[in-house]
T-cell receptor, first 110, second 119 residues
Framework: QKEVEQNSGPLSVPEGAIASLNCTYS??????FFWYRQYSGKSPELIMS????GDKEDGRFTAQLNKASQYVSLLIRDSQPSDSATYLC??????????FGTGTSLTVIP | DADVTQTPRNRITKTGKRIMLECSQT?????MYWYRQDPGLGLQLIYY???????NKGEISDGYSVSRQAQAKFSLSLESAIPNQTALYFC??????????????????FGPGTRLTVL
């Protein structure tokens, strides 16, 4: 079992719709969870971090965490063409090693 | 601005050559990481270091070695490059603590990447 798993997509949504991205992780001791956005050929940039069960909102982005189910998700509301990118879920394990999912490719169609 | 830099940004080399990729940071972070990224495979951890004397292997360390010359510098070497090491390589840093928050709350900060092609 991989440390972090994501649906690789690709995911296509129309402009203005909600995009939903999902991630599961294997280390029950993990305390922090991160979503990064990566444009092709560029380095990952942080979108959201979440530490506690429940929802965390930042502008059009909402991260959701359920530690019992070992599940973290990212919702993007009012999706824009500029949101088209690959989204990476990252989960540090108890040894401070960061593990990344394979990423979900999102395309927002104008 | 405090930053993470990588050199070179692009490199084409031949099979069997020794290659060094360098990473420098002005963020003052203790922890540094090297990743490779292949299409569709996400980021795979090669090596990581929590300080100058603490270096650890990641998921895919075979064929690679590292050197932590100082807190701010972490180099990745390919002793004898092979074509399946063609990939995009990223260096990342992470603070042990910052702004009063514990280290486990902090994200990684990435350099711009090095695109390596081994012919």
């Amino acid at each position: 079992q991989k440390e972090v798993e994501q649906n690789s997509g690709p995911l296509s949504v129309p402009e203005g719709a909600i995009a939903s991205l999902n991630c599961t992780y294997s280390d029950r001791g993990s305390q922090s969870f991160f979503w990064y956005r990566q444009y092709s050929g560029k380095s990952p940039e942080l979108i959201m971090s979440i530490y506690s069960n429940g929802d965390k909102e930042d502008g059009r982005f909402t991260a959701q965490l359920n530690k019992a189910s070992q599940y973290v998700s990212l919702l993007i509301r009012d999706s824009q063409p500029s949101d088209s990118a690959t989204y990476l879920c990252a989960v540090p394990n108890t040894g401070n090693q960061f593990y990344f999912g394979t990423g979900t490719s999102l395309t927002v169609i104008p | 601005d405090a930053d993470v830099t990588q050199t070179p940004r692009n490199r084409i080399t031949k099979t069997g050559k020794r290659i060094m990729l360098e990473c420098s940071q002005t963020k003052g972070h203790d922890r540094m990481y090297w990743y490779r990224q292949d299409p569709g495979l996400g980021l795979q951890l090669i090596y990581y270091s929590f300080d100058v004397k603490d270096i650890n292997k990641g998921e895919i360390s075979d064929g690679y070695s590292v050197s932590r010359q100082a807190q701010a510098k972490f180099s990745l070497s390919l002793e004898s490059a092979i074509p399946n090491q063609t990939a995009l390589y990223f260096c990342a840093t992470r603070p042990r603590t910052s702004g009063g928050a514990p280290g486990w709350q902090h994200e990684q900060f990435f350099g711009p990447g090095t695109r390596l092609t081994v012919l």
